[in-house]
């Protein structure tokens, strides 16, 4: 059995003592004592230390910065985003080297933790008493430590892998900004070399202007002498000519007196053999037309009084129009009634129809060209002078694709660009002015032809529309025409 001396003893534990002090020189930690550590079973940590506030982790720090940064983005230039990501990017790989470095030392801890552990061990096996139990103390310290090491690196790993994400995530958003620094440095360049180009080009359209205006100045003393002498030529020409100027005036004068003299007369002439021609028709003709020839009224053929003609419902009729009597006449394609309402087109022409009846044929005509109504003229110019291009007025449709048809009241738009036929917010038609598109004053069967109006807006569609005076009815077809006429299209009836 081996006595061990106080002495002996005293000087392990010293020697003890110096190799913990030696070990642990090496070791940062957080402050100069043991933290008061619990085990529990199976050496689990119970109460753990309170993490110092004043020292904030990484993932906060990082987290914190990201905030700041999608804050601001809004409010910062492109510029200033840049250097902010090459800011935030350097502090990126900062923390990814300050992240290397922490590795390496939690690395060196372990060693570390690993050697004072043995140490221990080793020193408990030749401890007794009071000082074995100081000693497996300070082992099971040594062993929590290592468990927080432990848990502490695993945190660092998840850390470090949000850290590497930030990092190439700063890196993209730095090229992309670099990006449009230079995309916006070139347009900016662009926008100064054209408006240099500009500013020269002012510049010297400045200068030729001085220089014309210059000219101009020197030049209207000579000016001025040149419109001087030729008025005083023009004047010692008329007082040198002046019976050869009234003579001629005085001829021009007598010679227009003669032209209208003559117009007239001619067209005196041209009513007399008018009037004798249908006399002389009437006389064979058991059918007469009745009717103001005027625009706005209705032409009606019906028999004679006089003349045993046939029932007018059994006979065929086929309406013309005509620059003359003598001329050559032109078919109005669907005038196939015993009545016509003539239209906007008809004015200045002479109208005829041709009776079919038993076999025979009758023609009546009227007794001069159609005339304009009054004050259609002056509510055209009126719609046309409006700011509104529209033109608005109340319809009632009578047809619909050549059926009758039984409505309320709609509203008929004619516009620049188009024609629209609606009623509140349901639409029936509308299209643009097109080669398809007809419209013209009715041909067929119609309760009030003269203020019936006929419009095919495309083909497969048509209607009748009737519309409250004749007024509106000429006026909508003549805007429209003009509307069309406008955009190249030349609205007519249909096979005109």
Known sequence: MTKVCPEMQEKKVCEAVVVVEAISADVSFASNQFPSYKLGPDDQIVDEPKENEKHPSVKDVVDKETGDLSDQHKRLSVRDLACKFDKNLAAAAKLVDEAKLSEVTSLEGHVMLKKLRDALESMRGRMDGRNKEAVEKAISMVEALAVKLTQHEGVFIQEKTEVKKLASFLKQASEDAKKLVNQERSFACAEIDSARTLVMRLGGAFEEQELCSKASRAQEPNVEKLVEEVQEARRIKRMHQPTKVMGMQHELHDLKSQIQEKSAYSIKLQRE???????????????????????????????????????????????????????????????NQSVYAPEPYDVGRVIQADILCN??????????????????????????????????????????????????????????????????????????????????????????????????????????????????????????????????????????
């Open 273 to 335: 053999i008018a009037i004798i021609k249908r006399a002389e028709g009437s006389k064979s003709c058991p059918y007469v037309l009745d009717g103001a020839q005027t625009l706005g009224s209705c032409l009606k053929i019906h028999a004679s009084s006089d003349s045993n003609a046939s029932d007018i419902s059994k006979c065929s009729f086929q309406w013309y129009r005509a620059a003359s009597e003598s001329s050559r006449r032109e078919a109005i394609s669907g005038a």
């Open 359 to 496: 076999g025979q044929k009758f023609t009546v005509t009227t007794e001069g060209p159609i005339n304009t109504a009054s004050g259609l003229q002056s509510r055209v110019e009126s719609l046309m002078r409006k700011s509104n291009s529209e033109f608005t007025v109340m319809v009632v449709i009578s047809q619909m694709n050549g059926q009758d048809h039984v409505s309320r009241s709609h509203v008929f738009t004619v516009g620049k660009a188009r024609v629209k036929l609606s009623r509140g917010w349901i639409t029936k038609a509308r299209e643009i002015y097109s080669n398809s598109m007809q419209l013209c004053g009715v041909r067929g069967n119609a309760n009030a032809p003269a203020k019936a109006l006929f419009w095919q807006p495309r083909k497969g569609l048509s209607f009748l529309l009737t519309f409250e005076s004749e007024q509106e009815r000429n006026a909508a077809i003549v805007l429209s025409r003009k509307y069309a006429y406008d955009c190249n299209v030349t609205l007519v009836g249909p096979d005109d």
